[in-house]
């Protein structure tokens, strides 16, 4: 886990010091970040309110989630306007979605968006998640900033890196 240091204590990091400690980075093989939210999931007439976890590329491969159907964000689907995709886990592709194994390609309307299905996660620990959906992170330029402090980061450390607590 990587924190910002703020008055002596660990703290979820700014969208601008992710993306700066990730360009600087010469310690992990890669800096992987989430956050929540939550969207209006429409797949029928009724909508309801899902929680959602949004990812930056490459999150679940860095934990060596596997996948039931489809694949994991790639970095393209990290920019903003090429976020529209979600994966969804398991639970919620039985019980809203019968199962479907048509369901890569398919739109969810999302906040009454669609977002296209590019990958359903195998059964397990994403199951007892809060959160079925599974959102690419990409930040608007205002979003970009040292001061907000919401994102979380997991980083894996190069073969011949080593951990700092300066970070």
Sequence with gaps: ?????????????????YLEWKRQNSVFQDLVAWGGTTFSLSVSDHPESVQARITSPGFFGMQGTPFSLGRDFVPEEGILGREHVVIINNKL?????????????????????????????AAGMPDRFESPLFIPLAFRPDQINHNAHYLVLMGRLKPEGRASSAA
């Design 93 to 121: 592709w039985q019980q809203r979605f019968g199962s479907d194994p048509k369901i890569i390609g398919k739109a969810l309307r999302l906040n009454t968006e669609p977002y296209t299905v590019v990958g359903v996660l």
């Design 1 to 17: 886990m990587v924190w910002s240091r703020i008055n002596g204590h660990s703290n979820a990091v700014s969208p601008g010091d």
